[in-house]
């Protein structure tokens, strides 16, 4: 087993980061760029690190799912569908995770970023209530397939994964931000058990940071998935924008 030095100041700081990371990854996406560097911080190699972040993620979608079905917002089964398919590419992506070393895809992840703040502030917005949503037939084979590939990625290193996950459903599916929302954290809990997995079993988790991060995230991600449903889309969306800006610019000087 992995053994580390344990700090006492290091739990509440965990849960209060994880808390706000929560509410960032139910509202748009990007918390990881919180919770990875300070699990490095902390001393956890960057593996450990990737792997023991997974548990904050799938306990602030498993919370956020709770959340948005407490308000009456659901998506099933589209939603399930979609995440079994994320949970296949998912395993691939944790695998690679073990396997390899990821240095150059912070740089990758800022190019894009940019090109979604691009596609955020000049892609005309859709006047979903006038277009019928697109969720079943070739339009749910479609997704199925993205969610294949997006869920290699999010198995990989998940961070701003959100950010892809809404674009496609919001322009491809004609889904609202809200609905968005509500089908996001349940694909990422779905495709999130797979990752967890894969990392117990190499030993890549520090299941006693990971409680006290994921405890934050729970709290984080409840309390964002019912205010963001009485808030409605215009919130989402200036969060979104401000968190990919935040985004890129880390991830590329930073």
């Known amino acids: ?3 580390f030095d344990y700090v006492s100041w290091h739990y509440p700081l965990l849960i209060l980061v994880g808390f706000f990371a929560g509410i960032i990854n ?17 001393g956890l190699p960057s593996a450990v690190a990737n792997g023991t972040n ?11 799912t709770a ?29 690679i995770a073990i ?14 970023m940019i090109v979604v703040v691009l596609l955020i502030v000049f892609k005309p917005n859709l006047k979903i209530d006038n277009i019928t949503e697109r969720l079943k037939g070739k339009h ?11 869920g290699i990625y999010g198995g990989f290193i998940n961070a701003g994964i959100g950010f892809v996950i809404m674009l496609f459903l919001h322009y491809y599916n004609r889904l609202n931000l809200i609905k968005v929302n509500a089908t996001k954290v349940v694909v990422v809990l779905i495709y999130t058990t797979g990752a967890i997995l894969t990392f117990a079993i190499a030993d890549k988790i520090n299941w006693l940071y990971g409680i006290f991060l994921a405890s934050g ?5 409840w309390f964002s998935s019912r205010w963001s449903v009485v808030k409605g889309e215009r919130v989402i969306k ?11 610019v880390k991830l590329w000087f930073f």
């Open 217 to 221: 995230n729970f709290l984080g991600g």
């Open 54 to 64: 997974r548990i904050a993620i799938f306990m602030s979608s498993l919370s956020a």
């Open 140 to 150: 749910l084979v479609i997704s199925m397939i993205a969610f294949f590939f997006i």
């Open 238 to 248: 200036l969060f979104l924008l401000i968190m990919v800006v935040f985004m890129s």
């Open 99 to 112: 396997d390899i070393r990821g240095e150059l895809f912070n740089k990758i992840l800022a190019v894009i």
């Open 67 to 95: 959340g948005f079905r407490s308000k009456g917002i659901s998506n099933y089964p589209f939603n399930a569908y979609l995440g079994f398919a994320g949970l296949f590419g998912a395993l691939i992506g944790a695998q």
């Open 26 to 42: 139910t509202m748009a996406g990007g918390g990881s760029l919180l919770t990875l560097p300070l699990l490095i911080f902390l």
């Open 1 to 3: 087993m992995l053994e």
